[in-house]
C-alpha cells in the first residue's frame, strides 16, 4: 500500500539527531524545572531556608546563657553596707530599717542586712527561695571577709562558657536535622503527589522522558539546594551565635548529603501511591511526628525511657541528629559514626527500593 | 513479524492490504475494570493521513481505547499495532513517534508556557525546535507567561504544543475541545485541520457531534465499549435514510398526534414523540413540511414550534441508541 511505504521511508529520511547541547538534554530540563518550580514558590522558600534561621534566632535568643546575674541586697548602715560592697556580685543599697523592710517585702531586694547592738549582724530574707538563699551565702562571706577571716582551703574558679557546650550548640545541629528531613519529605513528597493528581505524571510518561530521570532529577535538585540550605543554618549558627564546627567541612558534606539522600527516599516511599495533596499531608505527619517527638532536636533523647529506647535509636532523624552533633560539636569524624551512618543507609536502601516497587506513576 | 500480520489480516478478512502498513490496526481488544467491560471485543483500522474520530457517551469506551493505544493502559486481550510497532516490543520507539494529547492534564502552572514545551521538547530525539511549535499553535505573545495564567484555550492548545514537539507520525488528541468556549474551539479545530493537511495521522475522541463532522475522514460510533458505527459523517448521516429533521410541539390538550398518522406522511421516514414534542426523519424536507401542515390544520392542532435542521451524527446517535450522546 503506497501510504503505508511512504510512511516508513520518512521514519528513515529523517537526519539523525545531532549532538544536542547540554541545557537541552532531558536530565538538565528536568532539574530545571524542578528549581524554578521551588523558587517560585515564596512559601516553600520560607519553610525551607527562612524558618530554620528564624527558629534559631528564637531559641538562641530565649535560651541563651545570661551573665552571672547581680544580687540586690539592702543594707542598714553605712559600715556594713561599705563591707558588703567589696563584692562585685552584690547591688548594695544603703538603707533605713523600715524602707529596707518596705524593699523587701515589694521584692527589689532580697535580703536585709541589719546590724545588732553587739556586733552581731542578722540577715532578713526568705529561706524558700533559692536567690535568698544564694544572696545570704554570699553576703555572709563577704562579711566575714571583710571582718578579716580566711579559707582554710585556697581555691581557684575556672569558669566554663565556652561555645560548644551551650544550648544554641547543642540546637543547631537538632534543626539541621529537622530541616533535612522536612525539605527530603515534603519537597519529594508533595511534588510527585501534586503531579500525580494533575495528571501530569500520566502525560509524562505517555512522552519518551527516561522515567528513571524523572525521579533522579529531584534528587539532584534536592543535593543541590541542600547544600544551600546547611551553609545558610551553620552558616548563621557560626556567625551570630559561634556554634563551632569542628569536623571537617568535607565530611559534613557527606553526611548530609546521605541524611538528605535517605529522607528523600521516605518521601519518595511516602508519595509511591497517594493520589491526593490531603492524602500525602497526613501520611506525611504521621511519618515526620514520632521523629519531632522522640529524635532528640530539642532535648536530648536520652530523656526517654530505656524501655523506648531502641524505638527512638532506629529513627533515621534520631540517628542523623546524632551523628550531626558529634561531627559538628565534638569533630567526630565518620569512621566514628559507623552505627549511626549505618541506620542511616539503611533507611535509604529499605525505603528507595520500596518506594520503586510500589510507586505508581497515574 | 511480517508473516504474522498477513496472517491477522487474513484471519479477520477485513482489510486486503497488509494491516501492518496502517498507521493504526486494533484487533480484538478487551479491558475490563473489576466489573464493567469498558472496551469488548473492539477492532480498528485508521487508514495513512486520515483523521479518525471516536464518538460516544461519557462510559462508552473511548479513553479505554485510547489510552490503551497510548500504552498508558494495558488491555487485557486483544492486539494493538501502530506504524507498525507493538507497545510489547518497540515502547520507546512508539513513544518517539506518538503525539500525545490526554484529557484533563494540567500542566505545571509555575513554568512558562516556553519553559513547558522545551521540557517536552527535551524528551524527543528530534521535531521542531520549541519556538517553532509555539508559535504554530499561536502563543508567541504568551511563550513567557507562566502556564498558571493561561486561559482554558491557551492551556489546551500548549498541550497540543506538547504532542506535536515531538514530530509525531500518529497524534492521540482526547476530548480536544471539551469545556472550551467556540472561539477557543475553533482554534484549536484550525490546529487539528492544519496537521491533518500536512498528511499525518489524527485519533480523536469527542462527544460533540460538530466536531467529529467537521475535523474527521471518518468516524466510530462507540456505545458500551463497542463500535455500532463506522463510516464518514456523511456515509453515517446517510444511513439513517434521513437528511432532515422536523421538530414540533403543540398546544398543550390539544395532542396526543397519531405517530402513525404521521409516518404516512409524504416524505417522512420515521416519527417519534419525545418530552412532550415530536420529531420527524424526512427525506424530502419540503414536501414533508407541507403535508405536515395539511395533517395539523385538518385536525384543528395549533402548532406552538416548528423547527428543522439538517440530519447531524447526533440524530445518527439517536437513531441507533434510542439515547443522546449528551445523557449522562
Given at each position: 500500500?503506497?501510504?503505508?511505504?511512504?510512511?516508513?521511508?520518512?521514519?528513515?529520511?529523517?537526519?539523525?539527531?545531532?549532538?544536542?547541547?547540554?541545557?537541552?538534554?532531558?536530565?538538565?530540563?528536568?532539574?530545571?524545572?524542578?528549581?524554578?518550580?521551588?523558587?517560585?514558590?515564596?512559601?516553600?522558600?520560607?519553610?525551607?531556608?527562612?524558618?530554620?534561621?528564624?527558629?534559631?534566632?528564637?531559641?538562641?535568643?530565649?535560651?541563651?546563657?545570661?551573665?552571672?546575674?547581680?544580687?540586690?541586697?539592702?543594707?542598714?548602715?553605712?559600715?556594713?553596707?561599705?563591707?558588703?560592697?567589696?563584692?562585685?556580685?552584690?547591688?548594695?543599697?544603703?538603707?533605713?530599717?523600715?524602707?529596707?523592710?518596705?524593699?523587701?517585702?515589694?521584692?527589689?531586694?532580697?535580703?536585709?542586712?541589719?546590724?545588732?547592738?553587739?556586733?552581731?549582724?542578722?540577715?532578713?530574707?526568705?529561706?524558700?527561695?533559692?536567690?535568698?538563699?544564694?544572696?545570704?551565702?554570699?553576703?555572709?562571706?563577704?562579711?566575714?571577709?571583710?571582718?578579716?577571716?580566711?579559707?582554710?582551703?585556697?581555691?581557684?574558679?575556672?569558669?566554663?562558657?565556652?561555645?560548644?557546650?551551650?544550648?544554641?550548640?547543642?540546637?543547631?545541629?537538632?534543626?539541621?536535622?529537622?530541616?533535612?528531613?522536612?525539605?527530603g519529605i515534603w519537597g519529594l513528597g508533595f511534588a510527585i503527589v501534586d503531579a500525580r493528581r494533575k495528571?501530569?505524571?500520566?502525560?509524562?510518561?505517555?512522552?519518551?522522558?527516561?522515567?528513571?530521570?524523572?525521579?533522579?532529577?529531584?534528587?539532584?535538585?534536592?543535593?543541590?539546594?541542600?547544600?544551600?540550605?546547611?551553609?545558610?543554618?551553620?552558616?548563621?549558627?557560626?556567625?551570630?551565635?559561634?556554634?563551632?564546627?569542628?569536623?571537617?567541612?568535607?565530611?559534613?558534606?557527606?553526611?548530609?548529603?546521605?541524611?538528605?539522600?535517605?529522607?528523600?527516599?521516605?518521601?519518595?516511599?511516602?508519595?509511591?501511591?497517594?493520589?491526593?495533596?490531603?492524602?500525602?499531608?497526613?501520611?506525611?505527619?504521621?511519618?515526620?511526628?514520632?521523629?519531632?517527638?522522640?529524635?532528640?532536636?530539642?532535648?536530648?533523647?536520652?530523656?526517654?525511657?530505656?524501655?523506648?529506647?531502641?524505638?527512638?535509636?532506629?529513627?533515621?532523624?534520631?540517628?542523623?541528629?546524632?551523628?550531626?552533633?558529634?561531627?559538628?560539636?565534638?569533630?567526630?569524624?565518620?569512621?566514628?559514626?559507623?552505627?549511626?551512618?549505618?541506620?542511616?543507609?539503611?533507611?535509604?536502601?529499605?525505603?528507595?527500593?520500596?518506594?520503586?516497587?510500589?510507586?505508581?506513576?497515574? | 513479524?511480517?508473516?504474522?500480520?498477513?496472517?491477522?489480516?487474513?484471519?479477520?478478512?477485513?482489510?486486503?492490504?497488509?494491516?501492518?502498513?496502517?498507521?493504526?490496526?486494533?484487533?480484538?481488544?478487551?479491558?475490563?475494570?473489576?466489573?464493567?467491560?469498558?472496551?469488548?471485543?473492539?477492532?480498528?483500522?485508521?487508514?495513512?493521513?486520515?483523521?479518525?474520530?471516536?464518538?460516544?457517551?461519557?462510559?462508552?469506551?473511548?479513553?479505554?481505547?485510547?489510552?490503551?493505544?497510548?500504552?498508558?493502559?494495558?488491555?487485557?486481550?486483544?492486539?494493538?499495532?501502530?506504524?507498525?510497532?507493538?507497545?510489547?516490543?518497540?515502547?520507546?520507539?512508539?513513544?518517539?513517534?506518538?503525539?500525545?494529547?490526554?484529557?484533563?492534564?494540567?500542566?505545571?502552572?509555575?513554568?512558562?508556557?516556553?519553559?513547558?514545551?522545551?521540557?517536552?521538547?527535551?524528551?524527543?530525539?528530534?521535531?521542531?525546535?520549541?519556538?517553532?511549535?509555539?508559535?504554530?499553535?499561536?502563543?508567541?505573545?504568551?511563550?513567557?507567561?507562566?502556564?498558571?495564567?493561561?486561559?482554558?484555550?491557551?492551556?489546551?492548545?500548549?498541550?497540543?504544543?506538547?504532542?506535536?514537539?515531538?514530530?509525531?507520525?500518529?497524534?492521540?488528541?482526547?476530548?480536544?475541545?471539551?469545556?472550551?468556549?467556540?472561539?477557543?474551539?475553533?482554534?484549536?479545530?484550525?490546529?487539528?485541520?492544519?496537521?491533518?493537511?500536512?498528511?499525518?495521522?489524527?485519533?480523536?475522541?469527542?462527544?460533540?457531534?460538530?466536531?467529529?463532522?467537521?475535523?474527521?475522514?471518518?468516524?466510530?460510533?462507540?456505545?458500551?465499549?463497542?463500535?455500532?458505527?463506522l463510516g464518514t459523517p456523511r456515509e453515517l448521516i446517510a444511513s439513517i435514510g434521513a437528511e432532515h429533521?422536523?421538530?414540533?410541539?403543540?398546544?398543550?390538550?390539544?395532542?396526543?398526534?397519531?405517530?402513525?398518522?404521521?409516518?404516512?406522511?409524504?416524505?417522512?421516514?420515521?416519527?417519534?414523540?419525545?418530552?412532550?414534542?415530536?420529531?420527524l426523519h424526512v427525506s424530502e424536507l419540503h414536501r414533508a413540511v407541507a403535508a405536515l401542515f395539511g395533517?395539523?390544520?385538518?385536525?384543528?392542532?395549533?402548532?406552538?414550534?416548528?423547527?428543522?435542521?439538517?440530519?447531524?451524527?447526533?440524530?445518527?446517535?439517536?437513531?441507533?441508541?434510542?439515547?443522546?450522546?449528551?445523557?449522562?
Amino acid at each position: 500500500m503506497s501510504e503505508g511505504t511512504v510512511l516508513v521511508e520518512t521514519r528513515e529520511i529523517r537526519p539523525a539527531a545531532g549532538r544536542r547541547p547540554f541545557i537541552e538534554h532531558s536530565l538538565v530540563q528536568l532539574t530545571l524545572v524542578r528549581f524554578r518550580e521551588f523558587w517560585r514558590e515564596p512559601e516553600a522558600v520560607f519553610w525551607v531556608f527562612v524558618f530554620p534561621i528564624l527558629l534559631t534566632t528564637g531559641l538562641g535568643i530565649a535560651f541563651r546563657n545570661r551573665p552571672a546575674d547581680v544580687v540586690k541586697v539592702g543594707a542598714v548602715g553605712p559600715q556594713l553596707a561599705g563591707a558588703m560592697r567589696t563584692n562585685k556580685s552584690l547591688s548594695v543599697e544603703l538603707l533605713d530599717r523600715a524602707a529596707g523592710e518596705q524593699a523587701l517585702r515589694a521584692g527589689r531586694i532580697v535580703l536585709l542586712a541589719v546590724p545588732a547592738a553587739d556586733g552581731v549582724v542578722t540577715y532578713r530574707y526568705d529561706d524558700t527561695n533559692p536567690e535568698g538563699r544564694n544572696a545570704k551565702l554570699l553576703v555572709d562571706r563577704t562579711v566575714q571577709h571583710a571582718a578579716g577571716a580566711h579559707d582554710p582551703v585556697a581555691a581557684a574558679d575556672d569558669l566554663v562558657r565556652e561555645p560548644g557546650s551551650r544550648y544554641i550548640d547543642f540546637l543547631v545541629p537538632g534543626l539541621l536535622g529537622m530541616n533535612l528531613m522536612g525539605s527530603g519529605i515534603w519537597g519529594l513528597g508533595f511534588a510527585i503527589v501534586d503531579a500525580r493528581r494533575k495528571k501530569l505524571l500520566k502525560r509524562l510518561i505517555a512522552s519518551p522522558m527516561p522515567r528513571s530521570q524523572y525521579l533522579l532529577s529531584f534528587l539532584l535538585a534536592r543535593l543541590a539546594m541542600l547544600y544551600i540550605e546547611v551553609a545558610a543554618l551553620i552558616g548563621f549558627g557560626a556567625w551570630v551565635f559561634g556554634v563551632p564546627v569542628r569536623g571537617s567541612l568535607w565530611e559534613l558534606a557527606i553526611l548530609c548529603l546521605l541524611s538528605s539522600l535517605s529522607f528523600s527516599a521516605l518521601g519518595l516511599l511516602t508519595a509511591s501511591r497517594v493520589r491526593t495533596i490531603e492524602g500525602a499531608s497526613g501520611l506525611m505527619n504521621f511519618i515526620m511526628l514520632p521523629m519531632w517527638i522522640f529524635s532528640g532536636v530539642f532535648f536530648s533523647s536520652d530523656r526517654f525511657p530505656n524501655m523506648l529506647q531502641p524505638f527512638v535509636r532506629a529513627l533515621p532523624l534520631t540517628a542523623v541528629i546524632d551523628a550531626l552533633r558529634a561531627q559538628i560539636l565534638q569533630g567526630v569524624s565518620l569512621s566514628q559514626l559507623t552505627p549511626q551512618l549505618a541506620i542511616i543507609t539503611g533507611w535509604l536502601v529499605v525505603c528507595f527500593f520500596t518506594a520503586l516497587k510500589l510507586f505508581r506513576w497515574r | 513479524m511480517q508473516l504474522r500480520n498477513h496472517d491477522v489480516a487474513d484471519d479477520t478478512g477485513l482489510m486486503p492490504t497488509l494491516p501492518s502498513r496502517l498507521p493504526v490496526c486494533v484487533r480484538g481488544l478487551r479491558k475490563v475494570y473489576s466489573d464493567v467491560v469498558a472496551v469488548d471485543g473492539l477492532d480498528l483500522d485508521v487508514r495513512a493521513g486520515e483523521c479518525f474520530g471516536l464518538l460516544g457517551p461519557n462510559g462508552a469506551g473511548k479513553t479505554t481505547t485510547i489510552e490503551i493505544c497510548e500504552g498508558l493502559t494495558p488491555q487485557d486481550a486483544g492486539t494493538v499495532e501502530l506504524l507498525g510497532l507493538r507497545w510489547e516490543t518497540d515502547a520507546d520507539e512508539l513513544r518517539q513517534r506518538l503525539g500525545v494529547q490526554l484529557q484533563e492534564t494540567q500542566l505545571s502552572e509555575k513554568l512558562t508556557v516556553d519553559e513547558t514545551v522545551r521540557l517536552f521538547r527535551s524528551f524527543y530525539r528530534q521535531g521542531p525546535s520549541a519556538s517553532e511549535v509555539i508559535a504554530m499553535v499561536q502563543l508567541e505573545e504568551k511563550h513567557k507567561s507562566r502556564v498558571g495564567g493561561l486561559s482554558g484555550g491557551q492551556k489546551q492548545r500548549l498541550a497540543m504544543a506538547c504532542a506535536l514537539v515531538g514530530d509525531p507520525d500518529l497524534l492521540f488528541l482526547d476530548e480536544p475541545t471539551t469545556g472550551l468556549d467556540p472561539q477557543a474551539r475553533r482554534q484549536v479545530w484550525d490546529l487539528i485541520e492544519r496537521f491533518k493537511s500536512e498528511g499525518r495521522n489524527v485519533i480523536l475522541t469527542t462527544h460533540y457531534m460538530d466536531e467529529a463532522e467537521r475535523l474527521c475522514d471518518r468516524v466510530a460510533v462507540m456505545d458500551h465499549g463497542k463500535i455500532i458505527a463506522l463510516g464518514t459523517p456523511r456515509e453515517l448521516i446517510a444511513s439513517i435514510g434521513a437528511e432532515h429533521m422536523v421538530e414540533f410541539s403543540v398546544v398543550d390538550g390539544t395532542g396526543p398526534v397519531d405517530l402513525a398518522a404521521l409516518e404516512r406522511l409524504d416524505g417522512v421516514r420515521v416519527a417519534r414523540c419525545e418530552n412532550g414534542g415530536y420529531q420527524l426523519h424526512v427525506s424530502e424536507l419540503h414536501r414533508a413540511v407541507a403535508a405536515l401542515f395539511g395533517e395539523l390544520s385538518g385536525r384543528r392542532i395549533p402548532l406552538t414550534e416548528l423547527r428543522t435542521h439538517s440530519a447531524t451524527l447526533e440524530d445518527v446517535f439517536v437513531s441507533l441508541t434510542g439515547r443522546h450522546l449528551r445523557d449522562e
